[in-house]
């Protein structure tokens, strides 16, 4: 603790000396109080005494200072043994050492001729150690007790200072002194539970008186007034038109102009991935985009993916798709519906079960009979899993079906696959059933 306190004082003492020596403030100041004191040896409150104190204390700042203390205490104990009660009497002579830290300032609502609302009050706190000198009387004086003791003790002091005039100050402050041995009333007990160090508490008031040819002391002052002073608001209005304030200006435009360009990169309007730095159709309501944020057009028709039913067939219709040049009929929709429910494959994989090949025949022997017909295998997965992957396994379970078809005599320009993943759901992905119906292959035939 005292190297901590040293160190401190250092410090501070380093960091304000030039701002110190350049005003005329007061810096030394010394006080009186009076007060009363209560003694709490061996955990008896006793009865309430005297205290008087002089002091004398170097102000660093106006927030840290050095104080040093001389006082008479007088505190009174009841203290028990053998069953009979005794009255102690002790006369402390004390000195201490604090360092004294002012926590909170209070400002007045008068401005001074500096046009600053100065300091008035404030809330502080002390810590420091010293030594004691104990003058004890008794009036049954126990076995083992003693007239006399001398000791240290820590100095702890909390109070509220209020500044009356340049040159007076009142202060109300609580002290504790915890002494290090338990002989401040003379006696030390014989109960285990009871010794622990004596320490008294004094509650005082007084007055301190600031010495030196400043106009006032330095506790009360601002380390900020000058500063304050050359921001008022005629010299506020000059520096609007210096060169400097001009250079602030452009490095804040530079620097607003960069966290705009951020802002553009961060942003992305319509979700699609690509910052609306670089995204050409920042607006665009789908994920289908290419690296400019231009909606995918594969056939390059003039119908973007996400609305083209062939995009594999360059065809400048509302779906995407070339004319139907040949009328499906109803038998013929059944059948692919049939078709379409008797595709299966291995789990996970894109093979193709034997159970299958019979309706992809079928499928091969209407595509023979319709020879204008044209047909897109759709390939889809459910949700689960890795996205990539599913679109991997849909594009490989559509070739599959076309490769079949191919193989079975199907003119390869006449049929399309396409995998499209999980991107097209036609149920809920939230239960088995739904994720079962979204496992599927779809046939598009026009």
């Known amino acids: ?35 009363t004191a209560f003694s709490h040896a061996d955990g008896d409150v006793g009865t309430p005494g005297y205290h008087l104190g002089f002091t004398g204390k170097y102000s660093l700042n106006n927030r840290f200072a050095l104080r040093g203390t001389l006082a008479t205490t007088g505190v009174k104990t009841n203290i028990k043994y053998s069953n009979s009660k005794n009255t102690a009497s002790s006369s402390v002579y004390e000195s201490n050492f604090q360092f004294v830290f002012n926590a909170v300032n209070f400002r007045s609502n008068k401005l001074d001729n500096t046009g600053i609302n100065p300091i008035n009050a404030n809330v502080y706190f002390g810590l420091g150690y010293g030594i004691h000198y104990d003058n004890i009387d008794f009036t049954e004086r126990p076995l083992g007790s003693k007239t006399s003791n001398t000791g240290g003790y820590f100095a702890l002091s909390f109070g509220y200072k209020q500044m009356l005039s340049n040159v007076i100050d009142f202060f109300v402050e609580y002290g504790l002194r915890v002494t290090d041995n338990d002989y401040l009333d003379g006696f030390n007990p ?69 966290l705009e360009l951020l802002d553009l990169l961060l942003t ?86 034997s159970e299958s090949y019979d309706d992809l025949d079928k499928l091969a022997n209407i595509l023979n009979e319709n020879k204008a ?53 036609i149920s809920p992905n939230t239960t088995p059933k739904g994720r079962a119906k979204n496992r599927r292959v779809e046939l598009v035939l026009y």
């Open 373 to 425: 017909a044209r047909l897109t295998i759709e390939g889809h997965t459910d949700n689960l899993g890795d996205t990539e992957k599913n679109l991997l396994l849909s594009q490989q379970r559509a070739d599959a079906v076309l490769n079949y078809l191919i193989e079975k005599g199907i003119d390869k320009t006449k049929v399309f696959a396409v995998g499209y993943g999980d991107t097209k759901p």
């Open 190 to 258: 014989l109960t285990p539970t009871n010794r622990s160090n004596d320490y008294f508490s004094i509650l005082s008031a007084g007055l301190c008186f600031n010495l030196g040819q400043g106009s006032k002391n330095i506790e009360w002052t601002d380390s900020y007034d000058e500063m304050f002073q050359k921001l008022s608001d005629n010299k506020k209005k000059k520096s609007e038109h210096s060169d400097e304030y001009k250079n602030i200006k452009a490095k804040l435009d530079s620097t607003n102009k960069k």
């Open 1 to 35: 603790m005292k190297k901590i306190i040293f160190y401190c004082l250092i410090f501070t003492s380093l960091a304000t000396f030039k701002t110190n020596a350049q005003t005329q403030y007061n810096q030394f100041a010394l006080g009186a109080q009076v007060g």
């Open 268 to 353: 992305d309007t319509d979700n699609d991935g690509v910052s609306d730095f670089v995204d050409q159709e920042a607006d665009s309501k789908t994920a289908e985009v290419d690296v400019h944020g231009v909606q995918l057009d594969t056939d390059k028709d003039g119908v973007a993916d996400y609305k083209d039913n062939c995009h594999l067939v360059a065809a400048k219709t509302n779906n995407g798709c070339p004319e139907v040049k040949f009328q499906m009929t109803n038998e013929t929709k059944i059948a692919i519906k049939q078709i379409v429910k008797g595709i299966l494959f291995e789990p996970s994989k894109a093979n193709i079960k």
